[in-house]
């Protein structure tokens, strides 16, 4: 299984380190580096670098703990790694960059078995532990992988059970230098071998507006059985009032935010709609906007 977490370091394109006229990479660079990697915003504490290893003037071997923070999910009774957090207020869909590397996320094979007064849906150490060690490839027992903390009553995803987990965890990057700077080439964690990131943002960028495409026609679905029952569509200029009347009763599961993590569009009028995602440039009425209408 190739590796997820890779996609959701490489999702936008690099960002670069200052130049520098030293002909080795510090610690303070290598930082850096990684803190602002591929439009992250991490905090200085949420990475901590553990050696550097200049080979050339232009190529090092950064070795760092990671401060991840993942948002999880029951879904049928199985807890899934839903999110990952790349700056203060953003979130990144595991789902799609799973998709990205065809693979799966990792679930059942880390629920323990059954035992006297435990039920089957708690999310502890261990089993958060196991989720993030097989999305990094991490065989366990290792200390590349720990579990910091677990807030079992995180933000709620819809009608989903949602927890946070923090996780510390162990990596490795290839760093180059260009004239604009020290960037992210390459990323490793556990066993698997090195990945190549230059060509990621293209293809999660594609899945993306793929998942916003399925999504708004799902809804427009739901919309269409809700005017055949009704004699008329939901007539709101907003797409969470859409949401509240569709659901659950013609949507099983709430949609309202695309894969940039901006609220889908809605204008609905009785004989006609109008949905949309505003797509990657996040601005109305441009040519990447993903558009579904009546007929």
Not at 79 to 100: K, Y
Not at 153 to 172: D, N, P, Q, T, Y
Request: aromatic share 6%.
């Amino acid at each position: 299984m190739r590796l997820i977490l890779v996609f959701a370091v490489a999702l936008l394109t690099p960002i670069h380190a200052r130049a520098d006229l030293s002909p080795d990479l510090s610690q303070s660079q290598a930082r850096k580096v990684i803190q602002t990697m591929a439009g992250w915003s991490l905090p200085g504490d949420s990475v901590r670098i553990r050696s550097v290893r200049s080979n050339t003037a232009e190529t090092a071997e950064v070795s760092a703990e990671i401060q991840a923070v993942f948002r999880l999910a029951l879904r049928e009774g199985h807890w899934q790694l839903s999110e990952i957090r790349t700056a203060q207020d953003r979130w990144e869909r595991l789902e799609i960059l799973a998709r990205a590397a065809n693979v799966e996320l990792p679930t059942g094979e880390c629920d323990p078995p059954l035992r006297f007064g435990r039920t089957s849906s708690e999310l502890t150490n261990k089993r958060a532990r196991c989720l993030v060690a097989s999305l990094l490839g991490v065989a366990l027992p290792s200390d590349d992988v720990r579990i910091k903390e677990i807030s079992p009553f995180g933000l709620s995803l819809g009608s989903e059970s949602a927890a946070l987990a923090i996780a510390l965890v162990r990596v490795e990057f290839r760093l180059t230098r260009d004239r604009q700077g020290w960037h992210v080439a390459e990323f490793k964690s556990g066993g698997r071998d090195w990945v190549n990131v230059s060509d990621v943002p293209v293809a999660v960028d594609q899945l993306k507006r793929s998942v916003a495409s399925d999504e708004l026609s799902v809804i427009a679905t739901a919309l269409d059985k809700f005017r055949r029952e009704r004699g008329y569509f939901v007539v709101s200029d907003k797409e969470s009032v859409l949401i509240d009347h569709l659901s659950p009763k013609y949507l099983a599961r709430v949609i309202r935010v695309d894969p940039w993590a901006r609220p889908y569009q809605y204008d609905g009028q009785p004989d006609r709609y109008s949905l949309r995602s505003l797509g990657p440039d996040g601005k109305p009425n441009t040519p990447d906007d993903i558009v579904v209408s009546s007929p």
